[in-house]
Every structure is written in C-alpha cells, then in structure tokens.
C-alpha cells in the first residue's frame, strides 16, 4: 500500500467563474474607457483621435492649475514631502534659537546668528541647510540679505528668526 495520499482538489461551480470572468472583463474595459479618456488630455500621450491632438486651454487662474489631481498618488506624495520640509524648518528655527541663546553677542528680543556658524553646526544634521533657509525665508519664517548664501564667502551674514519663525518655535518645544 502506498504511503502518498492524493492532494485534496478544489472544484468551483462552472457558473460562478463565468460570472467572476465576466464582471472582470467588464471592470477592465471600464477601466480602459477611463484611461483613454484621460489620456486624450494628455498631449504626450499615442491615444490622439485622427493623429491630431485637441489644444486644451490653460488657465493660470484655475485653482487646479500646476497643482495634482485630489486623492491621487501624487497630491498624496507632495503633502507628505511639505510635511517633512515644514518639520524641518521647524527644527531649523529651533536650532537658530538655541544659538542665538548660547551667543553672549546676541542681546535683547532679536534673535540672531550668522551663517557661519549655523552651516558649520546643521551641516552635521543635515547638507541642506541653505535649501531650507531660503524656503523659510519664502514662508516668512527669518529674514537675511543676499538671494543664495555661499559658505565662507557668507559667514558673516545675519539670519534673524521673525516673530513667525519665533511662534514656531513656541509651538515647538
């Protein structure tokens, strides 16, 4: 007698897949209708109808313009990207300030710092200090002369933290 038992066979009712394969193939073309119609947007795209491509017209007023589509992959992306950049300025004021604290120079409500030694001190957190200077700048977050800093050639520069900048660092710790 032989040890082996014969594996246990599924059998599905032949109704039930006819079923499934047809509300597949309907989901599918369902979905392919949507691509296509998406696509006939796209000015890049090989679904142009007569080899010609409509000319949509942009309207730099529309609040969706240059901006992802809502609920998408990408709107989802660049929320969690503006998310981390806002932390990071947030621990950049902080960082501004503690500083500013340690500096006998600094003296009174301002707080200050000069790029010097700010670069040589976030240079070990992170290589993008200029980057996130300039976007706290954008946002109003510090304020300093010059478009770009350069290190050594803008050590001297001042970085002040406005009071924005100081609400973020309230907020905080």
Sequence with gaps: ?????PLPTFRRRSREVAVSAKDRAALFGSMQKA????QLD???SEHNPNGKMPVKKLDK???TYGKPLKGSVTEKRGNEANSQIHKEIEQLCQIIYDIALNDPKVLGPECWVK??????YYNRISDKVVGLLLRARKHGH????????????DDHVVITLTPSGLKLIKHHS
């Design 1 to 5: 007698m032989s040890s082996f038992e």
């Design 35 to 38: 691509h296509t119609e998406k």
């Design 42 to 44: 796209n000015p890049f």
């Design 61 to 63: 007023n529309d609040p």
């Design 115 to 120: 790029f010097g030694p700010l670069f040589e």
């Design 142 to 153: 510090l304020t300093f002369e010059g478009e770009m800093l350069f290190q050594r050639r």
